[in-house]
């Protein structure tokens, strides 16, 4: 297992914040990369995060075709009793990014841990998204092709959720414009950003 630091670029930030309906807040990203014989069998994503007051780090783990293995808990600093039990985290298993990935759907709440569940299914889904941000981009480098335009992606982002609000604090020029052309209201206010030109992400082993 080798340990990778990870610098997102801002267009591959941008995409997972799409992906995940998330902000996507630092651009470093620490994952592990599990090999077996050379070939990639799994990944592991450090999610670091507040649940009530204080915060909570877990591991979220994926095979090698990016569904969640497994979900663990490597530190909670709220009082246990908003932890749920390790069953609730078996929910998670086998999960993929999409839009049954979100609580009162695939993910069933829990009484007296509603701020816990709602962290921990966000986690997942951020670590999901950036991961898929990360190996659809090294993999059309290494096959020699050019990384897919924030246009191609933004398209398939609308189609997938284009029945749900965009996510607050998520606008690009790209949903905007193609949120309006979809008839609906756009609810963006602040200036959007300019878009940075994909470059190759940084990888550091240790």
């Not at 816990?116 to 889904?125: G, L, M, S």
């Not at 092709?145 to 606008?171: F, Q, R």
């Amino acid at each position: 297992t080798t340990r990778e630091t990870v610098f997102l670029t801002d267009d591959q930030r941008r995409i997972a914040a799409a992906a995940a309906k998330l902000q996507i807040e630092g651009a470093m990203v620490t994952r592990f990369v599990a090999r077996s014989d050379g070939d990639v069998v799994g990944f592991a994503y450090l999610d670091t995060h507040r649940v009530r007051t204080l915060p909570e780090t877990l591991v979220v783990i994926l095979d090698s075709g990016g569904k969640v293995l497994r979900v663990e808990v490597a530190a909670f600093r709220e009082p246990l009793d908003y932890k749920p039990g390790d069953s609730w985290y078996r929910q998670f298993d086998g999960e993929e990014l999409d839009r049954d990935l979100a609580l009162d759907r695939d993910i069933r709440p829990i009484t007296g841990a509603t701020l816990t569940a709602r962290a921990t299914t966000d986690a997942v889904r951020r670590s999901l998204a950036i991961h898929a941000a990360i190996e659809n981009h090294c993999k059309r480098l290494m096959e020699g092709e050019h990384p897919p335009s924030l246009d191609e992606l933004m398209v398939a982002y609308e189609t997938s959720w284009k029945d749900e609000p965009l996510p607050p604090g998520s606008h690009t020029r790209y949903h905007v414009a193609l949120y309006d052309a979809a008839g609906h209201e756009s609810t963006a206010t602040a200036a959007i950003p300019p878009i940075v030109s994909t470059s190759p992400v940084a990888l550091g082993g240790r």
